[in-house]
């Protein structure tokens, strides 16, 4: 069993709120629109494993240290992990038939700063965007995510709201 912490477009804001929530997390993923590696570094003190990808803000040493998609499993459950996906129905072009060849059973991405949690029955795949962590854009809220891998079993999915959005 594995606890997973999930969020997005911090676009270089730091938030403490980040390792409260994410205490206890074993693995935390970040989706994209990173800003500065620090944000990566200070993950990396609240959990064992952290996995992020490049997002399209992204440049410079995070673009250097950050692939713009990821494929893993955790306990039983294959991952596919990139920025820009968009959501069931109205997915990117190119990713349904990576979700298919990769055989995922869970897609993450963020992008679009607006949180959504849905499953693709045509896919067989849960569709987790977090929102956005960050203050850059035009959210409302500010989003975490976490989540329970058990096995083959994806289980007690939590939305955090950090607050409004402020400039």
């Given amino acids: 069993m594995k606890k997973i912490g999930i969020l997005s477009d911090t676009h270089s804001a730091w938030d403490e709120r980040f390792a409260r929530h994410f205490k206890g997390c074993d693995e935390i993923w970040h989706a994209g629109d990173i800003g500065c590696v620090d944000v990566?570094?200070?993950?990396?003190?609240?959990?064992?494993?952290?996995r992020a990808v490049r997002g399209n803000i992204d440049s410079g040493e995070v673009a250097r240290y950050f692939l713009e998609a990821l494929?893993?499993?955790?306990?039983?459950?294959?991952?596919?992990?990139?920025?820009?996906?968009?959501?069931?129905?109205?997915?990117?072009?190119?990713?349904?038939?990576h979700i298919v060849d990769s055989g995922a059973r869970l897609f993450v991405c963020g992008h679009s700063h607006i949180l959504k949690?849905?499953?693709?029955?045509?896919?067989?795949?849960?569709?987790?965007n977090p929102g956005a962590a960050g203050h850059a854009g035009w959210q409302k809220e500010r989003t975490l995510v976490t989540l329970v891998i058990d096995g083959?079993?994806?289980?007690?999915?939590?939305?955090?709201?950090?607050?409004?959005?402020?400039?």
Wanted: proline share 6%.
């Fill in 40 to 50: 990566i570094r200070r993950l990396e003190e609240v959990a064992p494993v952290v």
């Fill in 152 to 167: 083959e079993n994806m289980r007690d999915l939590e939305v955090i709201q950090l607050g409004k959005f402020k400039i």
């Fill in 71 to 97: 494929e893993f499993q955790v306990e039983g459950v294959k991952v596919f992990l990139t920025h820009i996906g968009g959501y069931p129905g109205r997915y990117r072009p190119g990713i349904p038939r």
């Fill in 117 to 128: 949690v849905m499953y693709d029955k045509e896919y067989g795949v849960l569709h987790i």
